[in-house]
């Protein structure tokens, strides 16, 4: 069972950056698609950034393209979420997630709810951004 674990998160204000990081365990394949999304308060639960553990590929939702870089270290199954410029409207609770890289990276950012569906699919809990103005 793929196990996750999210951390990072904090208070910063407008402009700033913030990395977060998503340590991730028990793997039984090479490939699978490493996701971060984030719920705000009375919202509905968005997709921000996924990542292929086996050939890097990315997909970025267009609110944070250009601002949000995803990453993996391979050797220590982590996958990082460099946040710049950030903005209040960032703020929120940001959650890991990983699925058997089966399916379209765009496909998991753009309909969030496809990877809340899946069975093979691992969550972690989440870590709180928050953004002041």
């Known amino acids: 069972e793929v196990q996750l674990q999210a951390s990072g998160g904090g208070l910063v204000q407008a402009g700033r950056s913030l990395r977060l990081s998503c340590a991730a365990s028990?793997?039984?394949?090479?490939?699978?698609?490493i996701g971060w999304f984030r719920q705000a308060p009375g919202k509905e639960r968005e997709g921000v950034s996924c990542i292929s553990t086996k050939d890097g590929e990315t997909a970025y939702a267009d609110s944070v393209k250009g601002r949000f870089t995803i990453s993996i270290n391979n050797a220590r199954n982590t996958v990082y979420l460099q946040m710049s410029s950030l903005k209040p409207a960032d703020t929120a609770i940001y959650y890991c997630?990983?699925?058997?890289?089966?399916?379209?990276?765009?496909?998991?950012?753009?309909?969030?709810?496809?990877?809340?569906?899946?069975?093979?699919?691992?969550w972690g809990r989440g870590t709180l951004v928050t953004v002041s103005s």
């Open positions: 997630a990983a699925v058997p890289n089966d399916y379209s990276l765009r496909v998991l950012v753009s309909f969030p709810e496809v990877i809340g569906g899946l069975r093979d699919a691992s």
């Open positions: 028990g793997f039984t394949r090479d490939d699978y698609a």
